[in-house]
């Protein structure tokens, strides 16, 4: 065993593919079916053969869970910096302006008022499009507004997360923004409120070690990967075989990590049940 | 790099001038010193950088319970997370510190093969951050001052380490941090390792050793994702910036503790000495605040991290967040 | 057996005729009933008691799943202890109950031969307590009052269940029971077993259930012991007397819930219906009482249990403590 | 696997032996060294070949902690009743007339006041040789007046047991004790006291599963057997092979239930190292 064991929060959790030979996002990667975008969207991108999850982008999200026409964006405005002037082969400044043009967000999280089944709350969505859902300062301070959002208007606060981890570009800040979501989620559990944690594929590293391992309740999508550490960095630092389920949803909540996983057919149900279970201005509450 | 050389000298200037805690009564002393180092290394070379990372890993370097040793009596041990497993990565206790009971936590590397086999190098698994998690409890409801040492190069990535929920753990136990009412003092003295470190270093005031590292990812593995190529591990951590000042210009720790010339190890005692009366200052000021004022302050504190604009496209050149942080004492 | 007779019926008028909770709206209409049934087994036979014991594990007897889903709306169920494992034993979850959102506890035996192995025959692990301690601190946190259905041979006797703490994970589920300030209502449906229903029982208002038995040890366990022969559980089942009328008499439980015409497995939705109303009727009760009270309430009910004389030597004849029991509403 | 599986709280965990050929107490077990009292009580009652820790009487062990001439006993005057009339092979109140005369205390448990290494605190001392240091309805009352005691007087509860667990023979009343000690304890944290507990051999079954676990500091002595069921009763229920050390003070301090193992001789300066970090009246508290 080597002396010095390098551990990485920002491990892309990617499945195993060079750059050069990507499949098409719109081939399930579990079963081969293809399918046209209007397809994938009538089925919430999940495989009408196999069930396959695919990862939906955080508008897209928001459209399947919310009230039509709930939806009321928040902190848009919000852009990273860039405090360290990181270069690495690229300026990390260049990065961003790429991801946004790519992605027509201005960072890895969405956040914004909103209902689910007539019950309001808070939405905070992740997406893994924007540099691997990397939580760097944007995507901590936007938690945090949802957490004062949620609190102000009394409403539980419905966080989806899909994350690589802490974004390594702004260093040292990026893993403050664990504890500065963790003392958010805090916050706001003083103030009464409820946090529902839905777990994506991947929900990884930093943001699985702060606000997204807080919530009252915790599901996660089938065959999400829910790791501190990904399989391939484990294997590499510890040469352990790893399950064949490691890390994944099934044994996360075998492990007793998870209150449950809810396809994602079943998640709108699923959160406007908590929700109401939660919601302080229910009947007899 | 001449943008950054502006951007972090401008920044520099402003933050050392405003700091509190560097002007404090005890550590007002080495101030001086402290600024010659600082001009010294006005802006370190990659090299300078990367001799900080090998100075935070030195061998010799004294670990947790060399310290406990030198400035604690009476001092016992607990073990265990009264569920599972003891950790022996994680050190929790209790001893008198100047006269008062205080509790302690730290990560603990070994000395020796063995001892290091033993300590998993100071890698924790969740039952030693849930042994730490009890020790908070215990100290919340006897009102005892928490101190926490840092010094991991992270959490441990196993499968086990995963299967019992690393991830939570480390999640939970800075929860319970931000819920403590009694004042908590945390200090890097070796590597302050990502989420491993970040677990039991939600204080009230965090500190770092002069030549101790405090980092998201390790030099190596940054290198090995952004450049391809785990042997570009300067240029990482030149890139990251790791070190004490460079953290303690963006806000992240609160003041540098001295070492003897040359670093810790060369001398242990006087190491534990200048570290002693760093907690000690940062506990007698800790000790005025009313505990639910202290948490309060403790969560703004760390609110307040991070540098992010509001306008729709950036164009700041500052490297500071263009919202004012809070005000802290 | 004359002189425990006589004590006994002593015991019992005078106890019956003080009980707050039978004379409780909600329960009052049943109280004739219940009365009729107390004087027909006035002074059970063993052989009557050790019916109960049979009617309280009658393979038939709905469980907490049973009542579960005929008396909450929305319910979700909370799995994991969220750090090594998920207990089937072992229920928690929400839901809402006649319109208000409670927590629920309740062990969970199986129904054929393949859920009982995964259930565990109702048997808890550290683990279930552990799950049903974060749900626990999540009612406490949201102010959900607690309802917790006990029917379990006792805590699992494995190895593992050792190794993982099952003597410290019972003593710290009562502890923290002993802390919340929301309301508890805890009733045994079948089996209450020793410490492993102690775990999750220490409640403001504990019921029984016509036919449950509620006891220290099994009567097959206590004759392997004392008569050193475990066929002898008649006898022990009568030595120990753990029906729901000699524990209402030792002033263990705070009233009996009835079930249906010849038990609670012949007709489910009657037996929901009933217990549904008893633990309705606890919980207005306790809604009026301040949360610091009820606590306060609620560790003077278990400190006033137990029986025992300040002579020198035992001269008292009656099974009453000669210390008058503190008064309570 | 039998359907119905039994679980004793009371399961004498004794070593293996019959009634008839009882060794001589003052024969070591463990390596068969045999003793004068005098010889034994000069060394704590552990042995000096093999370091076996022999059991202690309550007030012998008081003896050997507490500051000579500070313990002043509590509560002495009180005995058991027999609430449930309670009659096996023998009437319940012949069995303990038969235990006071034979261990000339009133019960299984001795509180008081006392100093230890000059820090005052209030102990709490069980007695194996009455009925197996089983707890009913008078062991509950006594460590509830120790608590209360304790918190009374602003000073720590250090409790030393060893208990077979619940008295059977009060019924569901000794099964009520492990609440009424719990609730007790918690009342004595409240009050911001501190409680300090020593697990002897054998600490088992409701003892256990109360107020022993719940002490700020929770250590046994080597070799103890720290069981919530008692390997005989695992063995037989579960047909598990049990490890060598099961249940053993060495074995709970590996799956990190103790906080040390503290040999007889270390026991005093151990407690009153303690004592002195959870003294209110130290200096600098
Ligand atoms: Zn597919
Ligand atoms: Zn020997």
Known sequence: ?285 | MARETEVHLRGRLSRLKSLNLLRGASISGELSRLQRQLEQTAEPTDEEIWQHVELARHEDRPYTLDYVERMFDDFIELHGDRSRAEDPAMIAGLGRFNGRTVALLGQQKGRDTKERLRRNYGMTYPEGYRKAMRTMDLAERHRFPMVSLVDTPGAFPGVAAEQHGQGGAIARSQALMSRLTVPIVACVIGEGGSGGAIAIALADRVLMQENAMYSVISPEGCAAILWRDGGEKVKAAAALKPDAIHTLELGVIDAIVPEPEGGAHTDWDEAARLLGEALQSSLEDLSQVPGEELRRRRRDRFRSLGVYSSSPSSTTSTGLSTEPAPARK
Chains 1, 4 share one sequence.
């Not at chain 1, 209007?38 to 399947?64: G, M, S, T, Y």
């Not at chain 1, 007539?118 to 859902?133: I, K, Q, S």
């Not at chain 1, 994350?163 to 003083?190: F, H, N, W, Y």
């Not at chain 1, 484990?234 to 996983?261: C, M, W, Y």
Request: proline fraction near 6%; aromatic fraction near 6%; glycine fraction near 8%.
């Open chain 1, 1 to 285: 065993m080597a002396e010095r064991i390098d551990i990485s929060i920002e491990h892309r959790n990617l499945p195993e593919q060079s750059a050069n030979e990507k499949p098409h996002p719109n081939t399930c990667p579990d079963c081969g079916s293809h399918y046209r975008d209007d397809e994938l969207a009538a089925k919430l991108w999940v495989c009408p053969h196999c069930n396959h999850h695919f990862r939906v982008r955080a508008k897209e999200r928001i459209r399947q869970l919310a009230d039509e026409g709930t939806f009321v964006e928040e902190a848009a405005d919000l852009r990273s910096e860039d405090p360290l002037a990181f270069f690495d082969m690229r300026p990390y400044t260049e990065r961003l302006v790429e991801a946004e043009q790519e992605t027509g967000q201005g960072d890895a999280m969405v956040i914004g008022a909103a209902a689910i089944e007539r019950v309001p709350c808070e939405l905070a969505v992740m997406d893994f499009a924007f540099m691997g859902g990397s939580m760097g300062s944007v995507v901590g301070e936007k938690l945090v507004r949802a957490c004062e959002s949620a609190a102000a208007r009394g409403v539980p606060l419905v966080s989806v997360t899909s994350s690589g981890g802490a974004r390594m570009q702004e260093g040292i800040l990026s893993l403050m923004q664990l504890p500065k979501t963790v003392c958010a989620v805090e916050d706001l559990k003083d103030a009464g409120g409820a946090m529902i944690s839905v777990m994506a594929h991947p929900t990884t590293a930093g943001v699985l070690a702060s606000f997204a391992s807080l919530g009252d309740v915790i599901v996660a999508e089938p065959g999400a990967l829910l790791a501190f550490t990904g399989p391939r960095v484990v294997q590499q630092t510890t040469r352990e075989k790893l399950p064949d389920d490691f890390g994944l949803a099934e044994s996360n909540v075998r492990f007793g990590h998870l209150d449950a996983i809810v396809g994602r057919r079943d998640l709108r149900p699923y959160v406007g049940r908590v929700l109401r279970l939660f919601s302080r201005n229910g009947p007899g509450n």
